[in-house]
């Protein structure tokens, strides 16, 4: 049965502003009112200058706050963000459309090599959450990378099989086909959610299919969409569905009435992301950040397993002093001011710990 491609536009609204809903040539990722066109942002304002962003839908309502609050303190300076996911936001960035791609996903081995200039910063830590549609179910459901490996591989396919069933004794499964929803575009999501299943399944999910762009196996009404609020919306109109949706998208899938996962960690703990369980496996990890921010935070022995720095991807090197001092102060009071709790609970993100502050602030400094 051939895969169903749905094309939603939707609104990022869990910043303190309202953003609107935009539908390019793309297919339906999220902006704020002052998004520019990845093909050609502005690089000055009338009064200043402008720093462009493109990419992760995920990181897009943390960045849209910060775009707010720092152009009310930096008036001459005007902040322009769209979420295009985050395979666009690194391309966009490697080929100099934008000042900053946000993104998921740290620079692969093969982006370093081909785009030498380019610095993956981390800016705050996110997670990813795994949703379904299932009425009736009130306890949040148990699932591991092999299952969901299972899932997005055609070999689970109904929603009380026994796989299913194991994780989640005693609780009544109905017989509905599970719909499994992934991303259309180039996401950092799907780098998440794939690392996952092949980490804690490497057999299930093989290390080839991890990425931001992956071949999905054909499985009979697989539906893909596009940013993070596209996977909220299609997972809300489908009975059955599963999807892997940002930690910034909590309240829109509240709201929709969609469960939340418990998963597994690599000690066989199910856990859900909240600040604790997020800031437990960081613990994990954090002290093994390496001087280049590139960092998987996945499957960690101890709290929620699906973890992740959110970056900046930019060009070390800029066309002038002007535009590399715009991005440096912009990103310095991210990774500052802007991982207070002023700006990160509303997203349910964590802010950075010391020392990976430090990685962050060292590489923002070798902008020029």
């Given amino acids: 049965m051939a895969k169903t491609i749905r094309w939603v536009c939707t609104a990022a609204a869990m910043v303190p502003l309202t953003l609107l809903a935009a539908c390019g040539s793309s297919g339906g990722s999220s902006s704020s009112t002052s998004s520019p066109s990845a093909s050609a942002p502005a690089k000055s304002s009338a009064n200043g200058s402008t720093v462009s962003e493109t990419g992760s839908t995920l990181l ?102 026994s796989q299913i069933k194991a994780l989640n004794p005693g609780v009544s499964l109905p017989s509905t086909t599970i719909v499994p929803l992934h991303r259309a575009d180039s996401s950092g999501s799907t780098f998440l959610t794939t690392s996952y299943m092949n980490a804690q ?102 709290g929620y397993p699906i973890i992740n720095y959110e970056y900046a991807i930019v060009k070390a090197s800029q066309p002038s002093t002007a535009q590399a001092d715009a991005i440096k102060k912009f990103l310095m009071w991210g990774v500052t001011t802007g991982n207070g709790t002023k700006y990160l609970t509303p997203v349910n993100f964590e802010p950075l710990p010391s020392n990976v502050l430090a990685i962050a602030k060292n590489l923002i400094n070798k902008i020029s």
């Fill in 201 to 302: 399944d490497p057999s299930g999910w093989s290390a080839s299919n991890v990425g931001t762009t992956v071949s999905w196996p054909s499985v009979p009404g697989a539906t893909a969409e596009t940013g993070s609020g596209g996977m909220v919306k299609g997972c809300a109109a489908i009975k059955g569905c599963i999807a892997y949706i940002g930690v910034s998208y909590l309240s829109q899938t509240t709201s929709d009435g969609l469960g939340e996962a418990s998963l597994a960690n690599k000690s066989g703990q199910y856990t859900q992301p909240t600040s604790s369980t997020i800031s437990d496996a960081l613990a994990t990890f954090s002290s093994k950040t390496p001087a280049s921010g590139a960092q998987s935070l996945i499957n960690g022995t101890a």
């Fill in 60 to 161: 897009l309502p943390l960045v849209s706050a910060w775009q707010v609050a720092y152009g009310t303190l930096n008036p001459k300076v005007l902040i322009t963000t769209s979420g295009t996911g985050s395979g666009t936001g690194i391309a966009d960035a490697a080929a100099g459309t934008v000042d900053i791609g946000g993104s998921d996903a740290y620079l692969s081995p093969a982006d370093v090599s081909q785009y030498p200039g380019l610095e993956n910063i981390p800016l705050a830590v996110a997670a990813m959450m795994i949703n379904y549609n299932l009425p009736g179910i009130k306890t949040p459901l148990k699932f591991n990378g092999t299952v969901l490996a299972g899932i997005y591989s055609g070999k689970i396919t109904k929603w009380n099989a």
